[in-house]
């Protein structure tokens, strides 16, 4: 199975998305089934923010970067995301990561019905951390976003692993991590597209 780890914190070892996604990759490691894991750091090898030429492919290196970005994407089976709350959203290095494999015909397209995914059969677990707590409330356009995007895709096997309030207090931290912790799926089979 092609497993793609994706952390985005600029927080380095502090970081709690990087320490939940790595909790989420363990149980990975120890499946008796052969995995393959691909991992990206966007904070130390971030992508670049797309730009014109890169979209018209007048810039050979951006169109090679951004076509390994989306073989990655589309290889993979499960998709393990870090995403850290920056000023009520996500970092602008994971958008730019988004912007490199929602590629029309490849991962969506447009019918006389409207959009289609077709990138399904993907499970995405993703790895939130904040110091507020903001799940639910209007403050949280993280996951609506990211379910709306992966969604698009055709993605809908997706499970947010959340820590919140971590700002708080070092108690709140603790104890957030730990129920993030408490929550993480177990490796399962897949589920196949319809």
């Known amino acids: ?10 927080s380095g070892a502090a970081s709690v998305t990087r320490s939940l996604t790595a909790s989420i990759v363990a149980p990975w490691l120890d499946c008796p089934e ?3 894991i691909v991992y ?12 014109g030429a890169a979209l018209a492919g007048d ?15 589309l290889e993979a089976e499960v998709i393990m995301l870090g995403a850290p709350m920056y000023n009520f959203g996500i970092p602008s290095t ?46 949280d356009f993280i996951e609506p976003y990211l379910r709306l995007v992966f969604g698009f895709l055709g993605i809908d096997d997706i499970h947010f692993v959340r820590a919140e309030g971590v700002a708080l ?3 709140h931290r ?21």
């Open 1 to 10: 199975m092609n497993l793609l780890h994706i952390d985005s914190s600029v």
């Open 34 to 36: 052969s995995h393959r």
């Open 40 to 51: 990206r750091d966007l904070d130390a090898a971030p992508i670049a923010h797309l730009q």
């Open 59 to 73: 810039d050979a290196a951006a169109a090679a970067e951004a076509e390994r970005t989306l073989q990655e994407f």
């Open 94 to 139: 994971l958008k730019a990561w988004i912007d490199r494999i929602a590629v029309a015909g490849k991962t969506f397209r447009y019918t006389s019905e409207g959009p289609q995914g077709l990138a399904g059969g993907k499970r995405v677990i993703v790895a939130v951390g904040s110091g507020g707590q903001h799940a639910g409330a209007p403050s």
């Open 169 to 171: 207090s070092a108690q």
């Open 174 to 194: 603790e104890q957030a991590l730990a129920a993030a912790r408490a929550s993480i799926p177990a490796p399962a089979p897949l589920r196949l597209a319809a």
